[in-house]
């Protein structure tokens, strides 16, 4: 399994919600090899991160080079990164 974590800043994160939840976590959920997604945001509410385990490298690059497309408004991409989950429980 790989992980993609997306870190972003936040401009408006009310706005931000929303989007995520109508927009982004359903176009990722039903991405091929989709195995679970977490997204979080800071006490301030100033930037966020999300991480999202596929089946296979290759699922995690494909949304990795697409999630751009997906970011809401409010929303600026910071950085995004494919990792090996070497455990999980």
Partial sequence: ??????????GD???????????????????????AGYWTWSDDQSNGQSMIVFESE???????DRIRSLVVE??????TEVREVVASA
Wanted: hydrophobic letters at 45%; zero cysteines; glycine letters at 4%.
């Fill in 1 to 10: 399994m790989h992980a993609l974590v997306v870190r972003v800043s936040l």
């Fill in 13 to 35: 994160a009310e706005s931000a919600r929303k989007t995520l939840k109508e927009k982004v976590v359903p176009a990722v959920s039903q991405s091929n090899g989709f195995v």
């Fill in 58 to 64: 290759d699922d995690a690059r494909t949304v990795a």
């Fill in 74 to 79: 409010g929303a600026t991409v910071e950085s």
